[in-house]
């Protein structure tokens, strides 16, 4: 891929945070029992936890679904963005990974707000297509890559005109700039974009996003 200074995109985003996004001892505390579980710590950064805040606030969601939980990173910082009585629904296919995000989920006070379910998530957003869930007002892609296009497919059926649909890691480094990527994962964003930007019922933009390197989401509003 193309040179890009990484250090610089690291000051930018350290900067950033240092503005924005105060010293939060729950969610220290969720990075830290992530780390001692062994989970990756490949969950969204500090300020693109705050931007996700800011996102769930700004359109007033209160009905949130999340693809992909990890340890509850994400999770916390769109369910602190919730009115009273919200909620948000997180789906896990790793039972690990959910056990980490529950007990991170308690200690930030949203077990009453959050339920995380473990399973493919394909599979889970099928059954609750089935068993007619009312749509969501915000929805957050982040699981596997290579099954974005059906998440979209799926998340689809779960929406309203007005549902804001937002997938992470969809730039992967100029990964996707590749007519066919190698990678699994840099062929799923790139379908994922490809998938979005011709869809009839969306209307959307990426957004690249620094951290060190370049990736970002791509955000779509249902028509
Ligand atoms: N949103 C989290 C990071 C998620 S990492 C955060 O930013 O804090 C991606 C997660 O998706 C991992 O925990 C992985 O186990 C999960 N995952 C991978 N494939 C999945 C699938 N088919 N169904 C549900 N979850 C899946
Ligand atoms: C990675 C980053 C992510 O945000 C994600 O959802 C999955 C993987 C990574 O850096 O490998
Ligand atoms: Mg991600």
Known sequence: MAAFNEQLAERIDRYIE???V???AVLASNLKNADAAGLPPIQVSANQGKLLYLLVRM???RRVLEIGTLGGYSTTWMGRALPAGGRLISL???PRHAKVARENLAAAGLDGVVEVRVGDAAASLTAMVESGEPPFDFIFID???SGYPKYLDLALGLSRPGTV???DNVLRNGGVLEENPADAN????RAYNAAVAAHPRLESVALPILKGKIDGITISIVK
Not at 186 to 189: E, K, L, T
């Open 22 to 24: 105060p010293d939060d």
């Open 18 to 20: 240092s503005l924005f």
């Open 59 to 61: 359109t007033g969601a």
């Open 92 to 94: 896990e296919f790793e």
């Open 143 to 145: 699981a596997d890559k």
């Open 165 to 167: 649909i937002i997938a």
């Open 186 to 189: 840099d062929r799923g964003a």
